[in-house]
Protein backbone atom coordinates (compact mmCIF):
# COMPACT_ATOMS: atom_id res chain seq x y z
CA UNK A 1 0.00 0.00 0.00
CA UNK A 2 1.10 2.91 -1.01
CA UNK A 3 1.50 6.02 1.73
CA UNK A 4 3.08 9.09 2.52
CA UNK A 5 2.93 10.39 6.41
CA UNK A 6 3.47 13.74 7.63
CA UNK A 7 3.95 14.62 10.85
CA UNK A 8 5.76 17.31 13.14
CA UNK A 9 3.19 20.03 12.82
CA UNK A 10 1.94 22.09 15.17
CA UNK A 11 1.89 25.55 16.71
CA UNK A 12 4.71 27.46 17.04
CA UNK A 13 5.64 31.18 18.01
CA UNK A 14 6.84 33.48 15.11
CA UNK A 15 10.21 33.17 14.51
CA UNK A 16 10.14 29.37 15.71
CA UNK A 17 11.05 26.33 14.26
CA UNK A 18 9.90 23.25 12.87
CA UNK A 19 11.19 20.24 11.62
CA UNK A 20 8.56 18.04 9.35
CA UNK A 21 8.74 14.75 7.96
CA UNK A 22 6.96 12.61 5.59
CA UNK A 23 7.61 8.70 5.95
CA UNK A 24 7.30 6.68 2.31
CA UNK A 25 6.04 3.15 2.34
CA UNK A 26 4.93 0.80 -0.51
CA UNK A 27 7.39 2.62 -3.37
CA UNK A 28 10.50 3.37 -4.15
CA UNK A 29 11.03 6.66 -2.56
CA UNK A 30 14.34 6.78 -3.84
CA UNK A 31 13.26 6.87 -7.67
CA UNK A 32 10.92 9.89 -7.07
CA UNK A 33 11.32 13.34 -7.03
CA UNK A 34 9.86 14.65 -3.69
CA UNK A 35 8.21 17.81 -2.73
CA UNK A 36 6.72 19.84 0.08
CA UNK A 37 3.80 22.47 -1.17
CA UNK A 38 1.51 24.19 1.97
CA UNK A 39 -2.09 25.27 1.32
CA UNK A 40 -3.35 28.40 3.73
CA UNK A 41 -7.02 28.75 4.39
CA UNK A 42 -8.52 30.67 1.36
CA UNK A 43 -5.66 29.62 -0.91
CA UNK A 44 -4.54 27.58 -3.11
CA UNK A 45 -1.76 24.92 -2.26
CA UNK A 46 1.32 26.16 -3.75
CA UNK A 47 5.15 24.69 -3.89
CA UNK A 48 7.21 25.15 -1.04
CA UNK A 49 10.45 23.16 -1.95
CA UNK A 50 11.51 20.34 -3.99
CA UNK A 51 14.56 17.42 -4.00
CA UNK A 52 15.78 15.28 -6.58
CA UNK A 53 15.94 11.23 -6.06
CA UNK A 54 19.89 12.12 -5.43
CA UNK A 55 19.11 15.03 -3.04
CA UNK A 56 21.97 16.32 -5.83
CA UNK A 57 19.40 19.63 -6.13
CA UNK A 58 17.15 21.27 -4.53
CA UNK A 59 14.33 24.34 -4.81
CA UNK A 60 12.36 26.86 -3.38
CA UNK A 61 9.45 29.24 -3.41
CA UNK A 62 11.06 32.98 -2.74
CA UNK A 63 9.07 33.61 -0.14
CA UNK A 64 10.87 30.68 1.81
CA UNK A 65 14.28 30.87 0.47
CA UNK A 66 16.90 31.01 3.16
CA UNK A 67 14.97 30.07 5.56
CA UNK A 68 13.41 26.44 5.24
CA UNK A 69 15.73 23.29 4.20
CA UNK A 70 14.38 20.39 2.49
CA UNK A 71 16.58 16.77 2.97
CA UNK A 72 15.86 13.90 1.98
CA UNK A 73 16.49 10.81 5.28
CA UNK A 74 19.67 8.12 4.78
CA UNK A 75 17.13 5.32 4.80
CA UNK A 76 15.99 6.39 1.48
CA UNK A 77 12.29 6.15 2.48
CA UNK A 78 11.46 9.74 4.16
CA UNK A 79 11.97 13.82 3.69
CA UNK A 80 12.20 16.41 5.89
CA UNK A 81 11.24 20.22 5.80
CA UNK A 82 13.57 21.76 8.72
CA UNK A 83 11.74 25.21 8.70
CA UNK A 84 13.22 28.42 10.75
CA UNK A 85 12.24 32.51 11.13
CA UNK A 86 8.98 31.69 10.69
CA UNK A 87 6.24 33.84 9.96
CA UNK A 88 2.43 34.25 10.48
CA UNK A 89 2.14 33.63 6.91
CA UNK A 90 3.53 30.06 6.81
CA UNK A 91 0.61 28.83 8.56
CA UNK A 92 -0.62 26.29 6.29
CA UNK A 93 -1.11 22.48 5.87
CA UNK A 94 2.10 21.09 4.71
CA UNK A 95 2.10 18.32 2.10
CA UNK A 96 4.48 15.79 1.18
CA UNK A 97 4.21 14.70 -2.45
CA UNK A 98 6.69 12.64 -4.20
CA UNK A 99 6.55 12.18 -8.02
CA UNK A 100 8.60 9.28 -9.99
CA UNK A 101 11.12 10.96 -11.57
CA UNK A 102 10.70 9.04 -15.04
CA UNK A 103 6.78 10.40 -15.63
CA UNK A 104 4.89 13.34 -14.13
CA UNK A 105 1.92 11.45 -14.35
CA UNK A 106 2.91 8.83 -11.43
CA UNK A 107 2.66 10.80 -8.15
CA UNK A 108 1.28 10.58 -4.74
CA UNK A 109 0.28 12.76 -2.15
CA UNK A 110 0.38 12.69 1.61
CA UNK A 111 -2.75 14.15 3.54
CA UNK A 112 -0.65 16.66 5.35
CA UNK A 113 0.36 18.27 9.08
CA UNK A 114 -1.00 21.49 9.99
CA UNK A 115 1.75 24.74 10.83
CA UNK A 116 0.57 27.58 12.39
CA UNK A 117 2.55 30.29 13.61
CA UNK A 118 0.51 32.45 15.62
CA UNK A 119 1.74 34.49 19.14
Known amino acids: QVQLVESGGGLVQPGGSLRLSCAAS????????ASWYRQAPGKERELVAT????????DYADSVKGRFTISRGNDKKSVYLQMNSLKPEDTAVYYC????????????WGKGTLVTVSS
Open 97 to 108: HARWIGSTSIYY
Open 26 to 33: GFTFSTYV
Open 51 to 58: ITPTAGST
